[in-house]
């Protein structure tokens, strides 16, 4: 079998659970005779670099090559980029059997869209996703504001990634039970597979060091870093003189308090840490921090939530005891009392018991508990179990017959009672295009040829001229008549809206997409949204990113229109799409009411609330002209507020449905009318003003964390920015 990771981390240039993971199952794999390859970005490298060890393919790659980093951030342009290097081995190597991506930080989002949007190379691939660490879950325990910009995005992708899984697999119930609180889960079914680990009867620790007390990991609040303190401030406070060691990094920022982990915990526990009773130790080499976890009486894993962390595989496959709290995964695989021990953060004092009662433990009775948990190991996460288990789950999916799909959307539907799959009731694939037109004999003949150039060949092209009044451009039009396969229609001057849906019911066509006079679209665009419209019941509209040029030349990319955030801003260039045509005669029509404009956008939010989904082809298909007389360029702040009005008047009911994230993005993000780009930092985060690029910013980053002096100093310089 062929079997490609994607991943963030891997030994031996980045450490953390992940990294272990991939480094353990690779191997697990590789020893079963299969063909594996590890996928890694590096922000490091200026070339890719491949190399392979016992068997093992490792591709570290430069992650610039869509030069997607000038308009995506940087999680968004990681993602993009592991499509990009996907694509480009399946093209030279062929598709493997399976694909495994972590969900953290959303890593496979655009590859999993290039696969459901029927990509070519693409389409026919198998994905499968491992939860490990979602940001989405663990930012929220650790006080982030989970709904500043990029943040609420890598989480929607994160989501996304989940909902498109075609396998999904995770180490706990524990973590899918978390996740099913804060997600969409309609069309998910996890299965359950234990983290496979090698464990050598030679590391097996044959003493300890009595009333040696470890904690392992970073300093933390999801890590229950303030938790085990306060546990340990009573029992010092009550006369307990054994002092607790941290191993583990120091650096992580608190973000309620602007300060570093280490600088909250020497300002509340100094006095703990001048008494030799705190002993922060930092970040160590994997060497040495083995030697104080191989050394402990008791190792301390107090997480408020939790997958199921190595630092409990790794502790008892050693034969070492555990103290862990029952928040997480590793509460499935301790037995109290018999492997491990379990505490309850939500009993009062039950840490406290629990840790005296272990340390009075009688050698031979720790030496027990330890022989148990090894057993334990061996018996549920070896790599012969652990492979067993997942090869069977890989291959009954591979024999399953595929069914119909519908396009994983991550909200539920709106309104779940009313059935509103549009009938098919024209027996052809003809694509009618309409153009609205008023005044722009110097762009149309441009933007017809683009469409008569479109490779979708079956197309009707349908001019609405709304009652022009400049002699040049009717002179043009009539040009563009003689020259062209067109049908042209007159009408009064009544304005876009009603043109537009003038246009719609001239249409005769299964398909239908609007184009502005101005604008012109790639060649590819329309065959490839018919494609997906084609595939899906429930999806009924289809877009692109967008390159504007005239007087600019950036690119806009654009996002599957869900609410809450497309109740705050347009997420897709409405006069982009294509359309099945009842779907936009049913629910799109253009309201003339909204005389400065977002009619479009108003449209696009009727047809998501009435379960006529939407999805936008990541890839700049259409391009938008900007003019200096332009109707955008008159858009005043306050015609958006009277739209902004109007618009929510028109959709209550959505609105009220989701009210609290909707009120949460305003907080945490600014005016709706402000919002550009989710995927980039909100005008509200505290580097917005930094004019660095995703890459950039990140390779800056990347340089830091592996120097300590550097990271101090950069840490002072956030804090005068902050400040």
Same mark, same amino acid.
């Given at each position: 079998?062929? &079997?490609?990771?994607?991943?963030?981390?891997?030994?031996?240039?980045?450490?953390?659970?992940?990294?272990?993971?991939?480094?353990?199952?690779?191997r697990?794999?590789?020893?079963?005779?299969?063909?594996?390859?590890?996928?890694?970005?590096?922000? #490091?490298?200026?070339?890719?670099?491949?190399?392979?060890? /016992?068997?093992?393919? $490792?591709?570290?790659?430069v992650?610039?090559?869509?030069?997607? #980093?000038?308009?995506?951030?940087?999680?968004?342009?990681?993602?993009?980029?592991?499509?990009?290097?996907?694509?480009?081995?399946?093209?030279? !190597?062929?598709k493997?059997?399976?694909?495994?991506?972590?969900?953290?930080?959303?890593?496979?989002?655009?590859?999993?869209?290039?696969?459901w949007?029927?990509?070519?190379?693409?389409?026919?691939?198998?994905?499968?996703?491992?939860?490990?660490?979602?940001?989405?879950?663990y930012?929220e325990?650790?006080?982030?504001?989970?709904?500043?910009?990029?943040h609420?995005?890598?989480?929607?992708? !994160? *989501?996304?990634?989940?909902?498109?899984?075609?396998?999904?697999?995770?180490?706990?119930?524990?973590?899918?039970?978390?996740?099913?609180?804060?997600?969409?889960?309609?069309?998910?079914?996890?299965?359950? $597979?234990?983290?496979?680990?090698?464990?050598?009867?030679?590391?097996?620790?044959q003493?300890?060091?009595?009333?040696?007390?470890?904690?392992?990991?970073?300093?933390?609040?999801?890590?229950?870093t303030?938790?085990?303190?306060?546990?340990?401030? +009573?029992?010092?406070?009550?006369?307990?003189?054994?002092?607790?060691?941290i191993?583990?990094?120091?650096?992580?920022?608190f973000?309620?308090?602007?300060?570093?982990? !280490?600088?909250?915990?020497?300002?509340?526990?100094?006095? &703990?840490?001048?008494?030799?009773?705190?002993?922060?130790?930092?970040?160590?080499?994997?060497?040495n921090?083995?030697?104080? $976890?191989?050394?402990?009486?008791l190792?301390?894993?107090?997480?408020?939530?939790?997958?199921?962390?190595?630092?409990?595989?790794?502790?008892?496959?050693w034969?070492?005891?555990?103290?862990s709290?029952c928040?997480?995964?590793?509460?499935?695989?301790?037995?109290?009392?018999?492997?491990?021990?379990?505490?309850?953060?939500?009993?009062?004092?039950?840490?406290q018991?629990?840790?005296l009662?272990?340390?009075?433990?009688?050698?031979?009775?720790?030496?027990?508990?330890?022989e148990?948990?090894?057993?334990?190991?061996?018996?549920?996460?070896?790599? !012969?179990?652990v492979?067993?288990?997942?090869?069977?789950?890989?291959?009954?999916f591979?024999?399953? +017959?595929?069914?119909?799909?519908?396009?994983?959307?991550?909200?539920?539907?709106?309104n779940?009672?009313?059935?509103?799959?549009?009938?098919?009731?024209?027996?052809?694939?003809?694509?009618?295009?309409?153009?609205?037109?008023?005044?722009?004999?110097?762009?149309?003949?441009?933007?017809?040829?683009?469409?008569?150039?479109?490779?979708?060949?079956?197309?009707?092209?349908?001019?609405?001229?709304?009652?022009?009044?400049?002699?040049?451009?009717?002179?043009?039009?009539s040009?563009?008549?003689?020259?062209?396969?067109?049908?042209?229609?007159?009408? *009064?001057?009544?304005?876009?809206?009603?043109t537009?849906?003038?246009?719609?019911?001239?249409?005769?066509?299964?398909?239908?997409?609007?184009?502005?006079?101005?604008d012109?679209?790639?060649?590819?665009?329309?065959?490839?949204?018919?494609?997906?419209?084609?595939?899906?019941?429930n999806?009924?509209?289809?877009?692109?990113?967008?390159?504007?040029?005239g007087?600019?030349?950036?690119?806009?990319?654009a996002?599957?229109? +869900?609410?809450?955030?497309?109740?705050?801003h347009?997420?897709?260039?409405?006069?982009?799409?294509?359309?099945?045509?009842?779907?936009?005669?049913?629910?799109?029509?253009?309201?003339? +009411?909204?005389?400065?404009?977002?009619?479009?956008?108003?449209?696009?939010? /009727?047809?998501?609330?009435?379960?006529?989904g939407?999805?936008?082809?990541?890839?700049?298909?259409?391009n938008?002209?900007?003019?200096?007389?332009?109707?955008?360029?008159?858009?005043?702040r306050?015609?958006?507020?009277?739209?902004?009005?109007?618009?929510?008047?028109?959709?209550?009911?959505? &609105?009220?449905?989701?009210?609290n994230?909707v009120?949460?993005?305003?907080?945490?993000?600014?005016?709706?009318?402000?919002?550009?780009?989710?995927?980039?930092?909100?005008?509200?985060?505290p580097?917005?003003?930094?004019?660095?690029?995703?890459?950039?910013?990140e390779?800056?980053?990347?340089r830091?964390?592996?120097?300590?002096?550097?990271?101090?100093?950069?840490?002072?310089?956030?804090?005068?920015?902050?400040?």
């Amino acid at each position: 079998m062929k &079997y490609w990771f994607l991943a963030t981390e891997y030994p031996p240039q980045y450490g953390g659970g992940i990294g272990t993971y991939v480094y353990y199952t690779a191997r697990m794999l590789r020893d079963n005779g299969h063909d594996v390859t590890i996928f890694i970005y590096d922000l #490091s490298l200026s070339n890719n670099k491949i190399t392979v060890n /016992n068997n093992l393919r $490792l591709i570290r790659f430069v992650p610039n090559k869509t030069k997607t #980093s000038s308009f995506l951030g940087f999680n968004a342009c990681i993602s993009y980029e592991y499509a990009q290097i996907v694509g480009e081995y399946v093209k030279k !190597e062929g598709k493997p059997d399976i694909i495994e991506s972590q969900e953290y930080q959303g890593i496979a989002y655009y590859l999993q869209q290039f696969k459901w949007l029927n990509y070519e190379g693409f389409s026919n691939l198998d994905i499968l996703i491992t939860c490990h660490a979602p940001a989405f879950l663990y930012l929220e325990y650790n006080h982030v504001p989970v709904y500043q910009f990029p943040h609420y995005w890598t989480s929607q992708m !994160e *989501k996304s990634s989940i909902r498109s899984a075609d396998l999904l697999i995770s180490p706990s119930h524990y973590l899918i039970r978390e996740l099913k609180n804060r997600m969409n889960w309609n069309g998910v079914h996890e299965q359950y $597979l234990l983290n496979p680990i090698e464990t050598d009867p030679a590391q097996i620790a044959q003493t300890y060091k009595e009333n040696y007390i470890v904690c392992f990991g970073k300093l933390s609040p999801l890590k229950g870093t303030f938790h085990l303190l306060k546990y340990f401030k +009573e029992l010092w406070d009550n006369g307990f003189i054994h002092p607790l060691h941290i191993v583990g990094g120091t650096q992580q920022l608190f973000h309620p308090e602007e300060l570093t982990m !280490e600088e909250i915990v020497k300002k509340e526990y100094g006095g &703990y840490i001048e008494k030799n009773l705190l002993k922060l130790e930092g970040e160590l080499s994997p060497e040495n921090a083995k030697k104080k $976890l191989l050394d402990a009486h008791l190792i301390l894993v107090p997480s408020i939530v939790d997958n199921l962390p190595y630092t409990v595989l790794e502790a008892m496959s050693w034969g070492k005891v555990i103290l862990s709290s029952c928040q997480g995964g590793q509460s499935e695989l301790i037995i109290d009392g018999e492997n491990g021990f379990l505490f309850d953060h939500f009993t009062v004092n039950d840490f406290q018991s629990k840790l005296l009662h272990i340390l009075n433990l009688k050698p031979d009775c720790i030496t027990k508990i330890g022989e148990n948990a090894i057993c334990t190991i061996n018996k549920s996460c070896s790599p !012969e179990k652990v492979y067993s288990e997942k090869i069977k789950i890989i291959n009954d999916f591979l024999r399953r +017959e595929k069914k119909q799909p519908v396009f994983p959307f991550v909200q539920n539907a709106i309104n779940p009672g009313e059935k509103k799959i549009v009938p098919d009731c024209f027996p052809d694939e003809l694509l009618s295009v309409v153009i609205p037109y008023y005044n722009m004999g110097d762009y149309i003949e441009e933007c017809v040829r683009s469409v008569v150039r479109s490779d979708y060949l079956h197309k009707e092209i349908i001019i609405i001229n709304d009652g022009s009044t400049d002699s040049k451009s009717i002179a043009a039009l009539s040009q563009v008549e003689k020259k062209y396969p067109v049908s042209v229609y007159h009408k *009064k001057n009544e304005g876009l809206s009603i043109t537009r849906n003038f246009g719609a019911g001239k249409a005769t066509g299964k398909y239908m997409a609007f184009l502005d006079a101005d604008d012109t679209v790639e060649e590819s665009y329309y065959s490839k949204a018919i494609k997906v419209l084609a595939s899906y019941d429930n999806v009924h509209f289809v877009g692109c990113w967008v390159k504007y040029f005239g007087d600019n030349n950036e690119c806009w990319p654009a996002f599957n229109p +869900e609410p809450p955030y497309l109740l705050l801003h347009n997420m897709i260039n409405s006069s982009a799409l294509v359309y099945k045509k009842e779907a936009f005669l049913m629910h799109g029509l253009n309201v003339a +009411e909204l005389v400065y404009g977002m009619e479009d956008w108003d449209s696009v939010i /009727n047809l998501v609330k009435n379960n006529c989904g939407g999805v936008v082809l990541p890839e700049v298909l259409y391009n938008y002209r900007i003019r200096k007389h332009s109707m955008a360029r008159g858009f005043t702040r306050i015609k958006q507020l009277h739209l902004y009005r109007l618009i929510g008047n028109r959709h209550k009911d959505l &609105y009220n449905a989701y009210g609290n994230e909707v009120a949460q993005l305003l907080n945490a993000n600014g005016s709706g009318i402000g919002f550009d780009n989710p995927t980039k930092e909100s005008n509200l985060g505290p580097l917005a003003g930094l004019q660095l690029t995703g890459l950039l910013k990140e390779k800056i980053k990347h340089r830091i964390k592996r120097n300590k002096y550097l990271k101090q100093f950069a840490y002072k310089i956030y804090k005068q920015l902050k400040n």
